[in-house]
């Protein structure tokens, strides 16, 4: 059942979505070669406990990794498509880019967003993946307007990155927000047939993440259980935004 949102809901999920956003422009500064994203993470967890807040990823269990995850954030470097763990031995180096993700929980509301950031010079191509993922996040995002449907959202994304000569990954998807981290419906970044079609009205809250690959689309899980990469090695980009639908249009709950 998707569970749509008050207004009043709104505004907690803003203040929510605000903090992540806080948090991740606070991890893209720190982002340079020589940094660990175990530094990340220790600077993340700080933030999120002097906000008074909640850290949604930690302590999250998944039942396909059969235990809880132990970090605030999801640092995932290169062929790491999502789900990568911070680590002291993970120094950042010039080449790299790295997928920041994380969560928060504020006054019962979650608020959920991720950027990838080039680590000093990448190559044009690289380039290319970051600013044709991040594109097609915003093309999806223009089209959480009521009337339209889910897969209007899912088709943007897929389209522009297609077109573009990238791949979506198919084995993880966006989903809705609110009370819980994960809500209905999901959210593929393809046009998945196999999943219902809801119309979209005021008050659903949607995670939008497209997660895109320079190479082919298929991905694995290494032997932590958590961290997916790509199978052919090649580069992953990650962004996300939670949008709401509204009567003035799209609101994203995670950016100012």
């Known amino acids: 059942m998707i569970i749509r949102k008050s207004q009043a809901e709104l505004e ?65 470097v290169n062929e790491e ?17 790295v997928s920041i993700d994380t969560g ?35 093309l999806g995002i223009r089209q959480m307007v009521a009337g339209n449907r889910l897969f209007d959202v899912c088709g943007a994304v897929e389209r522009h990155v297609t077109a573009n000569g990238f791949s ?11 009370t819980s981290l994960h809500e209905e419906p999901q959210v593929p970044n393809y046009v998945d047939k196999r999943n219902e079609n809801p119309r979209l009205k005021e008050g659903i809250v949607l995670a939008i993440e497209p997660m895109v690959n320079a190479g082919r689309p298929d991905t694995k899980v290494l032997s932590d259980r958590w961290t997916a990469v790509t199978k052919d090695g090649s580069y992953a980009a990650h962004f996300e935004h939670v949008v709401a639908v509204t009567s003035n249009g799209p609101w994203v709950l995670t950016r100012p």
């Not at 979506?168 to 609110?178: A, N």
């Open 81 to 97: 498509v999502v789900h990568g763990m911070p680590s002291a031995k993970r120094q950042l180096k010039s080449g790299d880019i």
């Open 168 to 178: 979506v990954v198919r084995e993880f998807v966006g989903h809705g927000i609110g």
């Open 12 to 76: 907690k999920m803003r203040r929510a979505g605000l903090l992540v956003y806080q948090i991740l422009h606070r991890m893209k500064e720190m982002v340079q070669v020589g940094v660990t994203t175990l530094d990340l993470e220790m600077e993340a967890e700080r933030m999120i406990r002097e906000a008074g807040a909640k850290p949604a990823f930690k302590g999250y269990y998944s039942p396909a990794a059969g235990t809880k995850f132990p970090f605030v954030l999801c640092t995932s």
């Open 104 to 138: 928060v929980q504020l006054d019962g509301y979650y608020g959920d967003s991720a950027l990838t950031v080039a680590v000093g010079e990448v190559s044009d191509e690289v380039k290319r993946l970051l600013k044709v993922t991040e594109e097609s996040l915003e």
